[in-house]
């Protein structure tokens, strides 16, 4: 700690926390941008930082309805990793991946990205040529891939269930050992913080209510806060990119599920890894606070309140004690849900639109914090340029037109 900061701690430990410098400012939204995006989650965030940076465009608000990360950037279980199976994706995942392992250097923000490993587990003979399989296509475009034998996942993770009589059986493992976990607020600040400081106007409790038009080209915005005028606009809003498709007056090809997860009371450091199994269906971490941080699929209906079925976290603890018998015992804290929004081949869609001026990012479903620096850095681009950065082309809206989709449905076993 700097002596600045100690000095600051003690002022505000004995000042009633009244001294601390804010990290972002709260500037009352100007009547045009040259540039808005609308939501501030890591990804809206991330774009309008790599616009200040790389781009040069100072002239840019980012419009959140409610609070920085208060969508799946503050709700995700946070895994990291870029072990997809399509190279379109592979190539997608680990360029994010890559920002990720500098990212904490580049914004001056600890994002506590911890390279832990995320390990995918093979119980049965199809699980074993599959994983394989996947190793083989993330070796071929250059992503760290492993198979561990049964054995060599019983060293790398000994308090799995390898006793002779579990009902499933582990077979062995893919291993991507730079894949991991971050702290997810941390990332959001990180970014919000580093584009403030570049100029960026962060304006929370603004939602936008409607997309102008003239003819085919975006001018601006209706939000609760009064009309922006803007010359570009880009629309990252996870969850609720139908809502805002339909305010720009064009459908997408997605679907908008609950998503759940949660957390344990903490214990001491006993997994140290992140451990994936797309049979038995449940993923699991543990936080650095010792809470053990675990997930499985989305509820199967659609809706954008933020909360599950009952059903879905009865499965996700049968499934999670079926792999560590020795967190029966264990008490839940609590759970949440977040609304993800998934794509028909389950991959994300950075793209232009119908309309002139107008871009989305979204589609990420249940994967996306992982690509928060990754589709910022590709979607400023696109949204620059005008045409889509050469790594997010494939993931382009005529995909669904021209019939080259990218499907990652199950290639991710669990799909986070
Ligand atoms: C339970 C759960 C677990 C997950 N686990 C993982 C994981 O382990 N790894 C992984 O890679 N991904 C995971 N994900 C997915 C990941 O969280 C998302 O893909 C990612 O965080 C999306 O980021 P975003 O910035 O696009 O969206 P968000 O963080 O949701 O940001 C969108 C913002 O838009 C705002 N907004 C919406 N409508 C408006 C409007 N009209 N006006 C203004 N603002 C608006 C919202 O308030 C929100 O803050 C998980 C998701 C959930 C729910």
Known sequence: MSRYSAINLLRNALGGHRHWPVVWRDPAPKPRYEVVIVGGGGHGLATAYYLAKHHGIRDIAVLEKGWLGGGNTGRNTTVVRSNYLNDESGSLYELSLKLWEGLSQELNYNVMFSQRGVL?????????????????ANRTQGIDAEWLSA??????????NFSPGARFPIRGGSLQRRGGIARHDAVAWGFARAADRLGVDIIQNCEVTALKREGDRIVGLETSRGEIAAGKVGVVVAGHCGVLAAMAGFRLPIESHPLQALVSEPLKPVLH???????????????????????????????????????????????????????????????????????????????????AGLYFNCGWGTGGFKATPGSGFVFAHTIV???????????????????????????AAVAH
């Open 273 to 355: 890894t992140v451990v994936m199994s797309g049979l038995v269906h449940v993923y699991v971490s543990q936080s650095d606070k010792g809470e053990l941080v675990i997930g499985a699929g989305a509820d199967t209906y659609n809706s954008y309140a933020q909360r599950g079925s009952l059903g879905i976290i009865e499965g996700t603890a049968h499934a999670l004690i079926e792999l560590f018998p020795c967190f029966s015992r264990l008490r839940m804290l609590r759970s949440w849900a977040g609304i993800v929004d998934i794509c028909t081949d389950v991959s994300p869609i950075i793209s232009k639109t119908p309309v």
């Open 151 to 160: 054995d060599e996942v019983r060293a790398f993770c000994p308090i799995l």
């Open 120 to 136: 995918n587990l093979a119980h049965t003979e199809h699980d074993v040529q599959s994983l394989r399989r996947h190793v083989f």
């Open 385 to 411: 340029r005008d045409e889509p950065h050469p790594v997010a082309a494939p993931f382009s809206l005529d995909r669904f037109t021209s019939g080259a989709i990218v499907p990652e449905h199950g290639a």
